[in-house]
């Protein structure tokens, strides 16, 4: 059998349809499930309830919103590198919205009445977190980025999966299961709900009511990040924080380690020389303290032995005079004792009259022929009275 390559069958299916003149110009009828514009070439998809349609239309001026129900018009194309058929519009005209998107809006209006959007209930964020739960696929692009991006900033963090589907009838379930399970889970300090992005109908699970409301009971803080930046679903509006994206979500988690350290060092050398400048004042206060008190001290003991040396000249003074004093009463007296002195009496020709070795001082007592002895400065007379007569 002959063996087509898949470049060969790629074209001859691009010829059969594009000249099945039917599929030129038709009219298509589905509801917007995504569309982005870039360069004025809008990239889009419709489906129904069974099938999804990829559809381009170059010069586009237009905007859809998601739900959005269009009716295009275009030509059937099939792209043969990637193997991919599409609608190229030619024009698109909005017939109302898509019923997908009407129970998304009335499902956040209600839980919206409820409460489940107050912000004053949410929680707040930790600022230095260690241990993430991540709630997504494991074989999911989203969990690698998540895991780069927290590597990247901060290696000591630790993530924590819980491998969940994240579209398709079972992911409700499972992604309800997985946020009771890390609300009681005290190792964990936050949560991340995660998928990239898609159209209505592959975000349906995080709009669904049972994830919101498990969301809203879950007592650890829960970041949305599902799909792009321009996707909005039910649990984003009920979580404590959404983030844009799931690598978006990972670098308002993982707080920068390297710039924390850098900061940390920061503080400490600016601590350091706070300290050093600190020490540098006080011991140059102390210093000055010191020098001041020595002159203060060198000054009090100048005056002190001042004082001292006067005091002293005083005592001596008073002392002196003291002497001179005493000596000069000494001398008093001595002269006075010195004139009193028998010795220097009888020196003076004055003589002691003895009786019987008795001084005699009454001389009435002598009588005729007594003996007496006469004590002179040089001799001792013996005598006899022959008369005693009172002087008139």
Do not use: W
């Amino acid at each position: 059998m002959f063996a087509l390559t898949v470049t060969q069958l790629n074209k001859r299916i691009k010829d059969i349809l594009e000249n099945e003149v039917i599929l030129e110009h038709i009219c298509v009828c589905g509801e917007i499930s995504s569309f982005s514009v870039t360069r004025g070439i809008a990239y889009f998809n419709i489906k129904d309830d069974d099938s999804l349609l990829s559809c381009v239309m170059f010069g586009c001026n237009q905007n859809f919103n998601l739900g959005d129900k269009v009716q295009v018009t275009g030509n059937v194309n099939y792209y043969v590198k990637g193997g991919k058929l599409s609608l190229s519009a030619t024009k698109i005209e909005l017939m109302g919205q898509g019923e997908l998107y009407q129970q998304y809006l009335l499902l956040k209006q209600r839980l919206e009445l409820e409460g489940l959007f107050d912000t004053n209930l949410k929680k707040s964020i930790p600022r230095f977190i260690k241990r993430i739960g991540v709630i997504t696929s494991k074989t999911g692009a989203v969990l690698q980025d998540i895991i780069n991006v927290t590597s990247r900033r901060n290696p000591t963090v630790d993530l924590v999966l819980y491998d969940t589907q994240v579209q398709g009838v079972v992911a409700v379930d499972q992604i309800v299961e997985a946020i009771n399970f890390f609300s009681t889970y005290d190792k964990v300090d936050v949560i991340v709900v995660a998928r990239g992005g898609g159209s209505i109908e592959d975000l349906q699970p995080f709009n669904d009511e049972a994830v919101a409301r498990a969301c809203f009971e879950c007592k650890k803080p829960i970041v949305s990040a599902v799909g792009h930046e321009t996707d909005f679903t039910i649990i984003d509006f009920v979580a404590d924080l959404r983030a844009p994206t799931p690598s978006a979500a990972a670098e308002l988690l993982a707080f920068d380690y390297y710039d924390t350290c850098d900061t940390f060092n920061s503080y400490i050398e600016h601590f350091n020389r706070q300290i050093e400048r600190t020490y540098n004042e006080y011991a140059m206060m102390i210093a000055n303290y010191v020098a001041t008190f020595q002159d203060e001290v060198k000054d009090l003991v100048f005056r002190l032995e001042f004082k001292v040396k006067e005091l002293l000249n005083q005592c001596e003074n008073i002392v002196q005079s003291k002497i001179e004093n005493s000596i000069y009463s000494v001398n008093i007296l001595l002269n006075t004792l010195d004139k009193l002195n028998p010795i220097n009496l009888l020196r003076s020709g004055y003589a002691i009259i003895n009786k019987y070795k008795i001084r005699i001082k009454d001389y009435t007592k002598l009588k005729k022929d007594d003996i007496i002895t006469i004590d002179t400065n040089t001799h001792e007379i013996k005598a006899q009275i022959i008369e005693n007569k009172e002087r008139v």
